[in-house]
């Protein structure tokens, strides 16, 4: 373990220290809010090995540790390299931010710094413990947009749910300060008319070819938007059901609206970035600034909504579920599809990839030709109903059948063709 890593030198998870210096419970605090790394004792900037003092490493370390609060865990390796002793001090990630003497650091490169307060508040909104959702926007509540509350009151009768006084209070929409009434988070990108002209992160970009579309309004309008043009731009796949044969979108309906839910619902809105989607031949990608809550993964999703008052919003006009299983959902409609979907996370960052089989689009003629195949036909009768040459449906039908679409039935001059 040790030899690897000296070989790949410092970097933003790894730090060489000769010595312990004053700073070691900085040094940690700031491996720690940036996904843990390595700290290791007896080694200079360079790599080369020079020894230390295990024990009184080990010591001093144990007692910064005292002062960073949150407690960070860590671990201690030793070894002996030609004589010299070098410690390895293991740390973890911090599952909430990190601080010590009340100030958090993060690590940069082969160096730590402060956080400034913006940064602060991202990294809190990460860990959850800051619902940036529910702060006080400097948005007066007179800009809600009068028709989209009378559509929410609609949809939250649809599930049953009753008015109540101080209702929009309650849900976390407005807040009060002296004698002034303001928008919160939640309630300015769920009730603004356009929360982009305030917030321009909060776009959803999309890329399809050469071509960037920038979707706009308030979240949920986000989605309905978003999912209408994906069904414009994804191409659709040709399936029989019963003797019917009909087109759908290569990846189903309800896993592109839970995936642009999941994208605006529970992206880190404290981090200046757009969503981007971008679609490329067979695959569609969607980039959301923000990484699972601490204690959730994507094979294990807990329902630890990053944006509760968005959640609970989003749960009463309808667009998502108590139960939380909509990654379940998608993964087994994928299966179903022959999909492949996949999650990277990163400190920042979460991206969702979906790779669906080629699919080859028919022309007007292999539609009309199918749409003629609910009974059997033979070659020749397909090329008088559509008054075309029987050279011509011959090839179609050959495509088809290359496609499993088809197949012929017969021999000779009773040769048909039918759906397969």
């Known amino acids: 373990m040790l030899l690897k890593i000296l070989a790949n030198g410092e970097n933003e998870k790894v730090e060489f220290k000769k010595k312990i210096s004053r700073d070691i419970g900085e040094e940690i605090v700031a491996l720690s809010n ?94 959850t413990i800051m619902p940036v959702d529910s702060m006080r926007t400097d948005i007066k509540a007179s800009e809600m947009d009068k028709n989209i509350w009378r559509w929410f009151l609609k949809k939250r009768g649809e599930r049953g749910l009753k008015s109540v006084k101080n209702l929009k209070e309650k849900l976390g929409i407005v807040k009060k300060l002296n004698d002034e009434t303001y928008l919160t988070l939640a309630g300015l990108l769920f009730f603004h008319r356009n929360p982009q002209n305030i917030m321009p992160h909060t776009y959803i970009r999309l890329k399809y070819g050469d071509t960037w579309e920038r979707i706009d309004g308030p979240i949920w309008s986000q989605v309905e938007k978003t999912v209408k043009r994906l069904l414009e731009i994804i191409p659709k796949r040709s399936i029989l059901k019963g003797i019917e044969r009909i087109e759908e979108p290569a990846i189903p309906i309800e896993v592109l609206r839970e995936a642009i839910v999941n994208a605006v619902v529970h992206r880190n809105y404290s981090i200046f970035s757009e969503i981007f989607i971008e679609y490329i031949g067979n695959t569609l990608e969607i980039k959301n600034p923000g990484s699972f809550p601490p204690g959730s993964t994507p094979e294990n999703p807990k329902p630890i909504p990053r944006n509760p008052v968005l959640y609970e919003l989003m749960f009463e006009a309808g667009y998502v579920e108590r139960q939380g299983g909509g990654i379940e959902m998608m993964r087994e409609k994928c299966r179903e599809y022959g999909i492949h979907m996949t999650y990277d996370i990163s400190p920042y960052y979460t991206r969702l990839k979906f790779e669906f089989p080629l699919v080859e689009v028919m022309d007007e003629i292999e539609k009309k030709v199918l749409s003629l195949l609910t009974i059997p036909r033979s070659s020749s009768e397909i090329a008088r109903a559509l008054n075309l040459s029987k050279p011509t449906i011959l090839k179609r039908l050959k495509i088809l059948e290359r496609r499993g679409l088809v197949k012929c039935i017969g021999r000779g001059a009773r040769t048909k063709w039918v759906i397969s």
């Open 34 to 127: 940036v996904g843990g790394g390595y700290i290791i004792v007896g080694v200079d900037d360079d790599g080369k090995i020079v020894g230390c003092n295990v024990n009184d490493a080990k010591r001093k370390i144990t007692d910064h540790l005292i002062s960073v609060i949150p407690p960070v865990n860590v671990r201690f390796y030793e070894f002996n390299i030609d004589g010299k002793h070098v410690l390895a001090v293991e740390v973890e990630e911090s599952k909430t931010l990190a601080t010590i003497g009340g100030i958090a650091y993060i690590r940069i490169g082969t160096s730590k710094r402060p956080l400034s307060i913006s940064e602060i508040i991202s990294l809190g909104t990460e860990y």
